[in-house]
Structures are given as C-alpha cells and as structure tokens.
C-alpha cells in the first residue's frame, strides 16, 4: 500500500511540474525530419539525413542518422561501406553549429570512448533497388558539458530570447561510389529554446564541480574519453543492494555527461530527485532512462519487479521510433553485462525477454576489430596465469569501450605522455591509452617508460 501510495505521489508531482512548463518541446512531431540530397552523378541515389527532435531546450540532445537511399529500380554497386566505421571516425569534423544571430561557430567533436584509434580496410557493398542503407547515427548535447563555456554556447546564453535562437546543424557526409570520392552537406535549422533558470543553473554548477581533468581530451577532430579510467576515488559509484558500480552501465551512453562522475547521483533516490526537476526534453529522457532502471534493479520482490519492469518497457515503447533505437541499443548492451557480471542476471534477462532478445546469444566482447582470436591470449595461455608469454607478448588487462579485455600484445612505442602503440599476434598495430590499462598493467608500463626515457620504438618489443 505504501508503494502504491508513494507511486500517487511522485506521479502527482510529475505531472504538476509538467504543467509548469507550458512551452514543452514534446508538443513538436515525433517524427524525425527528414532532408535529402540527391548525388550529383547518379540521380537515383540520394544521401538522407533524418534528424530528431528539431525544437530543444538548451542543453539537450539531438539525434541524427545518414543512409544511402537507392531510388531507382536498379541496384547500385560499389558504395564504401561505413558499418565498421565508429561514430567518432564517421563524424569527425563533420557537425558544424552556427546561428546568424551569432558572431561564433561551434565544431562539434564526437567522443572516442575506447582510446583507440582503429585503423579501418575499405569495405564496399551494394544498394538494392529502392533500399536504403545506414551510413552512419549518433548523438550530439547542445552542449557537451565539457564545451559550456565554448565560445559559441557563451554567446548563445548571453543574447538568448525568450523565443529562443535558432541554429544551423550541418552535416558534412563523406561518401564514396566507385572510387569517386564525395561529400554532401546536410542542413537543418534547430530552435534552440532557453532552459527553466534553475535548471540551467544546475547544469552550471555541473560543469563547475566537474574537476577539469574528467573531461575528455580534444583535438582538432576528436576528445579521448577517460570514463573506462575512472575508479571509485573519483567519486559517483552507484549503490545498488549495497554494493557499488561504476555510473557509466546505468546512463545511456558513457560519454553523457549531464549528469555524469562526480555530479550524478548514486542513490536510486537521488535519481528520482533528478528527474522530478527537469522539464520534459531529451535531457530529462536521458535521467527518467536510469531512474526507471534503477527503479527495477533494485525492486525487492517480484511484484515491484514487474511493476517496474512494464514501467521501463511501456516508457521505451513510448519514445520515438527514432530516438528509441537509441535507448534501446544501450539498454542491450547494458543487460548483456548485467547478465554476465553482476547479481542481476534474472532481472536482465526479464527485460530482453519482452525485447525478444536471447542474451546468451549475444558476443560478449562487442569487439572494437574483427579477427578478435588475433589480439587475445589463448585459453591455455590464461590458465597458465603468467603475464609473459612464450611469443613475447604479455598478457594486458584493457578497460575497452563495453567491456573489459584481455590482450596478448607487445608495446613496441611510447606516444607522447598517455599513449602506447601495441603490436598484437598478426603485426598489427594500434595505439591505446595507458589510464585504460588495469593498474598493475600502468605500474608496469611506467617501469618500461624510465627505462626508455627518449620514447620512441623499443629495441626489444614489450621486454625490458
């Protein structure tokens, strides 16, 4: 009864503060907006960008996707395949903001979340006739958290109106039919709306308490996510039945940061909290998607399981097709690692269930390469237990992207103060970040560094 009661209230509250905010950008079409280019030298071709939503309050998310849409009755051959292509490599230097109100622009710069940087083989594919094919989705904050005070977003919040600004979102898609090389430029203009004070002012005060050195690192196309690097002493471990996990499995994406460590709440409570104090946007989805699997997690008999869980199902349901491939790919991935690791394996497998989605069938590694057998140790080799292999390879603990990894590579280069260029089995090469290495693999990397002051190839890879 008392849940039921507590349930009355927190929708009670919901629904008056939703109310509060008269002007919701949830009154606009769900429905993504579509524009279409079509290519110069083969009409029925088209590149098509589909964007959602195109009406945000400032500090939301907005999520596009470009295919290659085959309008003719005929297939079309030989177009680059960009499948194997992660977003940050798809759409570096890519997304341009700007506004004629405004003196600035604003590069948008995606966010490299496994410290690698994969070299890619072409790989071509045909489009059936009246087909489309993904090229490429992601998802932008306007802004990211770590560019608040970029010039741009500072001019924006200083000269925003109550109607608010609008904005011009350009997509810069490269493409290839051929072997000749294109680009087209998708425009499409995003009103940007001013978010309620005090929550902008939480969001300032985010971006304040964030120590910089949480931030990703940029360059001129990309920023180097440090998430896979942090440890509980950086604060935002999340308690679940009384043990703590690390933020970034209960939040739609490792790079959102809006909340993120050490801003985010680690208490289910704290989340509702949260969520109670935003207007209905993007935003807000992003915390009612950890409040509502939170909210099943920690539910303590079957009953609240299932109220809960049909919460979650019915809320993801209710999303836009479009925005909801989105929630529900990071759900996947995350119940896959909440069956494999973690006490909540009945939980998870309850959700995929109503998802028609067999856990067990899911590679575990979702690796960042194919040829997987090439980077890893072998069973025996892991039995065994020694950290030095008969090849000369050692065997490395890496916080990858999804999931932890073992590898059996070599270092053969140091590159510059946080990187390191491996070798695996097959001579390939890649470089990775040394904070994603497990502690014991840093102490030992460090040791190598001193006595290889000058940097550069190793005589000897990986042994000192």
Not at 11 to 31: G, R
Not at 207 to 218: I, Q, R, S, V
Not at 344 to 356: N, P, Q, R, T
């Amino acid at each position: 009864m008392k849940h039921i009661l507590r349930r009355a209230l927190s929708i009670t509250l919901i629904i008056l503060f939703a109310m509060s905010c008269e002007t919701s950008v949830y009154s606009q079409s769900k429905e993504p907006t579509i524009v279409e280019v079509a290519d110069v030298d083969n009409p029925d071709l088209r590149l098509t960008l589909e964007i959602y939503p195109t009406e945000i309050y400032f500090g939301d998310v907005v999520f596009f996707a470009t295919y290659y849409n085959n309008v003719s009755n005929k297939t079309i051959d030989k177009c680059l395949d960009f499948n194997d292509y992660p977003s940050f490599i798809t759409y570096s230097n890519s997304v341009t903001i700007t506004s004629p109100q405004l003196e600035h622009e604003y590069l948008w710069r995606p966010e490299n979340t496994s410290g690698a940087i994969p070299s890619m083989a072409k790989r071509y594919v045909s489009i059936p006739k009246n087909e489309k094919r993904l090229i490429g989705m992601t998802d932008v904050e306007l802004p990211p958290l770590e560019d608040w005070n970029d010039p741009f977003w500072k001019e924006l919040r200083e000269k925003m109106t109550p109607d608010g600004i609008v904005c011009q979102f350009q997509v810069a898609q490269r493409y290839e039919i051929r072997s000749v090389k294109r680009k087209v430029v998708f425009s499409q203009d995003i009103l940007i709306k001013p978010r309620p004070e005090e929550e902008t002012a939480l969001l300032d005060k985010w971006f304040n308490d964030t120590p910089k050195n949480l931030f990703p690192e940029g360059n001129d196309s990309t920023k180097f996510s440090k998430v896979n690097s942090l440890g509980r002493d950086d604060g935002g471990f999340i308690v679940v039945d009384g043990k703590e996990y690390n933020p970034k499995h209960f939040v739609r994406s490792v790079t959102f940061k809006k909340p993120f460590v050490p801003n985010n709440p680690t208490t289910l409570e704290g989340w509702r909290e949260l969520d109670s104090k935003f207007c209905d946007g993007t935003l807000r989805d992003e915390i009612k998607y950890t409040r509502l699997l939170l909210e099943y997690l920690e539910a303590d008999d079957v009953d609240k399981a299932e109220y809960s869980k049909k919460e979650m199902t019915d809320w993801i349901d209710s999303l836009p097709k479009f925005q909801r491939q989105f929630f529900f790919g990071s759900l996947v991935k995350e119940c896959f690692w909440f069956y494999n690791g973690t006490p909540f394996a009945e939980k998870s497998k309850g959700l995929m269930d109503y998802f028609h989605v067999e856990l067990t069938t899911l590679n575990p590694r979702y690796p960042r390469h194919r040829h997987l057998e090439s980077m890893e140790p072998t069973t025996e080799e892991i039995a065994n237990g020694s950290k030095t292999l008969q090849d000369g390879c050692r065997m490395w603990i890496y916080n990858g992207p999804v999931f932890t990894e073992t590898l059996a590579a070599k270092i053969v280069q140091f590159k510059g103060p946080n990187r390191v260029t491996v070798q695996y089995r097959n001579l390939r090469m890649e470089d990775l970040n040394i904070d994603q290495f497990s502690k014991e693999d840093q102490k030992y990397i460090q040791e190598m560094k001193d006595k290889n002051p000058s940097g550069g190839l190793l005589n000897s890879a990986g042994k000192h």
